[in-house]
């Protein structure tokens, strides 16, 4: 589990449209992480 503040792990993940995008692409720059429960489920 990560604290506030702290760092996140590098990953990858794909865009919307496939291409693979990485948190160091983003670097210099602020990002907002969001994470959602699976649709239609209580959370």
């Given at each position: 589990?990560?604290?506030?503040?702290?760092?996140?792990?590098?990953?990858?993940?794909?865009?919307?449209?496939?291409?693979?995008?990485?948190?160091?692409?983003?670097l210099?720059?602020?990002?907002?992480?969001?994470?959602?429960?699976?649709?239609?489920?209580?959370?």
């Open positions: 589990m990560l604290e506030t503040g702290s760092k996140a792990p590098e990953f990858t993940l794909p865009d919307q449209d496939g291409k693979e995008v990485s948190l160091s692409d983003f210099g720059k602020r990002v907002v992480i969001y994470f959602y429960p699976k649709d239609n489920t209580p959370g």
